[in-house]
């Protein structure tokens, strides 16, 4: 009998592609897409950091750019600003006036001429004793030099002085019959005797205008930038023109009392200074309060002013005699 046949098993069959068995390639997919965004994310951020980066230089540039030098002042500018100072002054120095002291022209013209190189105040701590001695051009011409030197040994450069004083009263008395002229171009053949002199004797002896270019007039002049000048007379041409002639002489003696009291050479009072909403070289000097107010000097500092015979109006007290204590 033949034995039955046994059946071959089943092949198992190849499986078929499925849903999930594909999950894995999908999030494969997925992965790169991710980074494909995220680099291209990336990309558009550098590219819009470097396009940033130029725009933000451009605008630190403009920002950094020097900015345009002020407008030169006008002419019609400066005349203002120069007029309006000079009413400042006029308001905080009523008083203002020559700090010599003096009783006719003769006096003044030789106080003048002492004053070079020295203080007002120690010229008017001379001159009682000089005028004692000598009280007229007549008298002077005819002095012994080695006394008059003596007398006027204080103020300083007492043999030029000497010397200058000696040949004025001669010229006073020999050209003018002892009288000092009343026009500039007879004072500056004097010995001794410049526009600046002739100017102050002039203005405060005869009421004829002039402006006296000394060093505290022509340092605070510059400092306003009224003129950029260094010689006494272009300084005095370009004042000259900004002010009427009427005031000269009463400007001469604002500026000078206010070099003298505020606006020192070294180290002026820029806290204390009554103008300084209006001057240029404001910060040159010290500008708190309290400190400036110890740097002035004369009645703006509560000390006695230069002339030992001040005018009835000045508001302090007058200089002590050479040689008084204190």
Not at 36 to 62: L, Y
Request: with cysteine; net charge positive.
């Amino acid at each position: 009998m033949k034995a039955a046949k046994v059946p071959k098993a089943a092949k198992p069959a190849t499986p078929t592609t499925s849903a999930e068995p594909a999950q894995p390639a999908k999030a494969a997919k997925s992965d790169k897409a991710a980074k494909s965004d995220k680099a291209a994310k990336s990309a558009s951020a550098a590219k819009s950091a470097s396009a940033a980066k130029p725009a933000k230089a451009v605008k630190e540039a403009k920002a950094a750019k020097p900015s345009k030098p002020p407008r030169p002042e006008s002419r019609t500018a400066l005349v203002r600003r120069a007029r309006r100072i000079n009413r400042e002054l006029a308001d905080v120095y009523p008083y203002a006036h020559p700090e010599l002291d003096f009783e006719n022209p003769f006096q003044l013209l030789v106080a003048t001429v002492l004053s070079a190189q020295t203080t007002d105040l120690r010229v008017n701590q001379t001159t009682p004793a000089l005028f004692a001695a000598y009280p007229t051009p007549e008298d002077m011409a005819a002095a012994d030099p080695e006394a008059l030197e003596q007398l006027i040994r204080p103020t300083g450069f007492f043999r030029a002085k000497a010397k200058s004083l000696l040949g004025l009263s001669a010229g006073l008395r020999d050209r003018f019959d002892g009288e000092v002229p009343g026009r500039l171009k007879d004072l500056v053949t004097l010995p001794g005797v410049g526009r600046k002199t002739a100017n102050v004797v002039l203005g405060n002896a005869f009421g004829v205008p002039g402006l006296t270019v000394d060093t505290h007039f022509g340092r605070l002049v510059r400092r306003w930038k009224w003129t950029e000048q260094e010689d006494p007379e272009k300084v005095e041409a370009e004042i000259a023109a900004l002010f009427p002639k009427s005031e000269w002489t009463m400007l001469s003696h604002r500026i000078i009392f206010h070099g003298r009291r505020v606006c020192h050479a070294r180290k002026p009072a820029c806290g204390a200074c009554p103008i300084a909403p209006l001057c240029p070289a404001y910060g040159e000097g010290e500008t708190d309060p309290d400190k400036a107010k110890k740097l002035l000097k004369y009645e703006m500092g509560g000390r006695p002013g230069q002339r030992l015979r001040p005018p009835a109006d000045y508001p302090g007290s007058p200089a002590a005699p050479l040689g008084a204590a204190g």
